[in-house]
């Protein structure tokens, strides 16, 4: 390096060769503009624009370094008034100049002389200059704070600083290295690693901001990991003063989420609330309801579980965590190793029926419906498997005491696994099931294209044509029902729904779909979803009705459909429970229940988790069914009641059986009496 080079250096500072270029922050979920990261540039005369790269090493060699900062923070200040005061301003910060005590007297006055408020300033500090000189570096940053300057720091994960040093330095910001970012889409590493980043952020309650975003599948995939704020091409690259205004005007910036994109569902459970928070509720849900939850890795190992399954296992929580299915339910595991094995390839198995030991009343069995769920990341890749199992003994016992026999009692319950299909744009089948072939006996090649019609009942062929018409006309789900030959000649009644997938344009570009035995059981449960909203899954796979109202104004947070379905009534999102404890309810005694005395209100106001209780209850439609309700308060960490949780069950059909059968025990018993006239009897 010569002297002519940090002579020509000094001139060019001087002459305010270096100007500043403004590249936008952009709020990931609104789209909106936030502020600017502002980078030097050097508008060389014989060379062309040139960037810091070149030029930041010589200055921080030859001490001119602090000279341009000054020089390019006086050009910022001025710009800044012709920027909205709420935009923020971010400038990178060198080793060199951390290591100045002068460098916060300087910033301050020279804010001070353009009538720029610090409040608006965040100096951003790269990792890697944390590794030295840390206590002059302490001095100086809590000096900017004081001043009302933000920090941040800088391409995060690239360096070799401790999260000591993160933990001590008062920072506002945190930043992913572009680094990550760029790779995200094709590297599981680097998308852990900016999960990790955004996690660690949230958690000390920083702002995480993504730098190198250049298309919109790094911003929704960002936005689905609960990243704020994002910069990069796909928002502007930098540009000069001059063409601020016209930024400015346009206002035009990418969304997140895309109407198109891949993660139309980046906010789980449909809760506006920060991601900690969401996770906090989510946890709160996840022990409070009366189904029992968990998630297994690929390994088939547990990584979380709720209390619910813990009781039914009859094993501690801490107690599963680590260990494999096949250790916590040894005797269990071989009934599950398909559905588990099946789910891990991508296929979901949704209410199969187990048997398993009672473990208050070892001479009796419990039943169990249970529904295992590939769960998928960013990308769609299965990293393990979601599992609900719902306690359905009560129910089992009713359904035995009223069939007519074990084999009938079998039919009208089964549940058969769903069979998964695809289809073109147009509509043909390009792909569906081995089971398909077990069912009809068709093989795949002959089902593919329109082959699957001829198992159509020619009844039900006009009404499904015109139905599958419409769903590709228009890009509406399809949801119909139909009768198919079996292999042996029998006739089925069978459930198709499908859904489109879109590309980034908005055209459909695939239709998926699957098809579910409803001839014995008509309960179709709604298909669960993917991503980090498992739990939402798990709500619409379950088959009882479930409701969640929050505490203590009990406004419903979220429902399945099975619970709209039994109630005869919409669960809008911002009703609230007394609209449906309104409706005239009795008990088995025939005594009418007071709104402060439905399970519900009971476990948000008292905190008291209930039974089954049986209930007349008045529907929508002024008729009138018996339902059964089991309730349970939902607790934060602070074991204060955040809402409660209801599980709904149709008994109308197996309570009024019972009650003919019991009357025609009581007309049979009267006719027999030798005591009796005929005249009494």
């Known amino acids: 390096m010569s002297s002519d080079d940090a002579s020509t250096l000094r001139k060019a500072i001087e002459n305010s060769q270096i100007v500043p270029f403004f590249q936008p922050l952009v709020e990931l979920r609104t789209g909106r503009l936030r502020g600017f990261e502002v980078l030097a540039r050097w508008q060389h005369p014989l060379r062309g624009l040139v960037l810091p790269d070149d030029f930041i090493p010589l200055a921080e060699a030859t001490g001119l370094n602090g000279l341009l900062t000054s020089n390019l923070l006086r050009s910022v200040f001025a710009e800044a008034k012709g920027i909205p005061e709420h935009l923020t301003l971010s400038v990178n910060v060198s ?28 100096l951003e500090i790269t990792e890697s200059a944390l590794v030295d000189n840390t206590e002059y570096i302490y001095f100086i940053a809590n000096e900017l704070k004081e001043q009302g300057c933000r920090l941040a720091l800088d391409d995060f994960g690239t360096g070799y600083s401790s999260l000591r040093h993160l933990q001590a330095l008062p920072f506002d910001e945190l930043k ?158 071989p009934q599950f190793e398909p559905y588990l094995r099946s789910a891990l390839c ?17 001479d009796q069995l419990m039943t169990f419906l249970i529904s295992f769920q590939p769960a998928r990341d960013e990308v769609d890749e299965v990293i393990g498997v979601s599992v609900s199992v719902v306690d359905i003994t009560p129910r089992k016992q009713a359904e035995e005491a009223l069939a007519e026999s074990e084999d009938h009692y079998r039919q009208t319950v089964e549940l058969n696994p769903q069979i998964p299909w695809t289809a073109a744009p147009d509509g043909m089948i390009l792909d569906v099931s081995r089971r398909a072939e077990i069912l009809t006996g068709l093989t795949r090649e002959q089902t593919l294209g329109q082959g699957w019609l001829q198992v159509l009942h020619p009844e039900d062929v006009p009404q499904v044509v015109v139905v599958w018409e419409h769903a590709l006309r228009t890009g509406d789900s399809l ?82 459909p099975r619970a709209e379905n039994i109630l005869g009534r919409p669960m809008a999102p911002q009703s609230t429970i007394q609209e449906y404890t309104q409706a005239k309810g009795y008990r088995t005694d025939g005594s009418l229940i007071q709104a402060h005395e439905y399970p519900l209100v009971r476990a948000i106001l008292q905190g008291e988790t209930t039974n089954a209780e049986e209930l007349l209850y008045q529907r929508g439609d002024g008729s009138h069914a018996w339902i059964n309700l089991s309730a349970a308060p939902i607790r934060a960490a602070d074991d204060q009641i955040v809402g409660g949780v209801v599980a709904i069950q149709d008994i109308d059909k197996e309570k009024r059986e019972m009650q003919r059968l019991r009357g025609l025990i009581s007309a049979n018993e009267i006719s027999k009496s030798p005591n009796l006239t005929d005249h009494e009897k």
């Open 95 to 122: 080793l060199t100049q951390l290591t100045d005590r002068t460098l916060p007297k300087n910033i301050c006055l020279t804010a001070r002389a353009a009538g720029f408020s610090l409040n608006r300033l965040i």
């Open 346 to 362: 991508g296929d979901a198995t949704i209410g199969i029926e187990v048997s398993g030991p009672n473990h208050k009343q070892p």
């Open 479 to 560: 949801d119909t029902q139909y009768r198919i030959r079996r292999h042996d000649g029998v006739w089925r009644w069978m459930r198709a729904r499908a859904s489109p997938r879109r590309g980034a344009d908005g055209e459909i570009i695939r239709w998926y779909g699957t098809l579910e035995d409803i001839d014995d059981h008509k309960k179709a449960l709604e298909a669960l979803r993917s991503s980090e909203a498992r739990l939402q899954a798990v709500f619409a796979a379950v088959p009882v009705g479930i409701v969640i109202a929050d505490a203590p104004n009990g406004r419903i947070i979220m429902s399945n």
């Open 176 to 333: 992913i290295d572009a680094s990550f970012v760029r790779s995200m889409t094709h590297t599981k590493e680097s998308r852990k690693i900016a999960a990790a980043i955004i996690g660690l952020g949230n958690s000390l309650d920083l702002v995480t901001v993504a730098e190198g975003i250049e298309d919109q599948t790094h911003a929704d995939m960002l936005l689905w990991l609960g990243c704020e704020l994002g910069q990069g091409w796909l928002y502007g690259k930098p540009i000069p003063s001059e063409e601020l205004p016209e930024l400015l005007a346009a206002k035009i910036f990418p969304l997140s989420v895309d109407p198109a994109s891949k993660y139309p569902d980046a906010s789980p459970l449909r809760l506006e609330a920060l991601p900690t928070q969401r996770l906090a509720q989510l946890h709160a849900i996840y022990d409070g309801v009366p189904v029992g939850l968990c998630f297994l890795d690929r390994n088939l190992r547990y990584v979380s579980v709720n209390k619910r399954l813990a009781v039914i296992n009859n094993t501690p929580v801490a107690l599963h965590l680590g260990r494999s299915v096949a250790e916590v339910s040894p005797h269990l595991f």
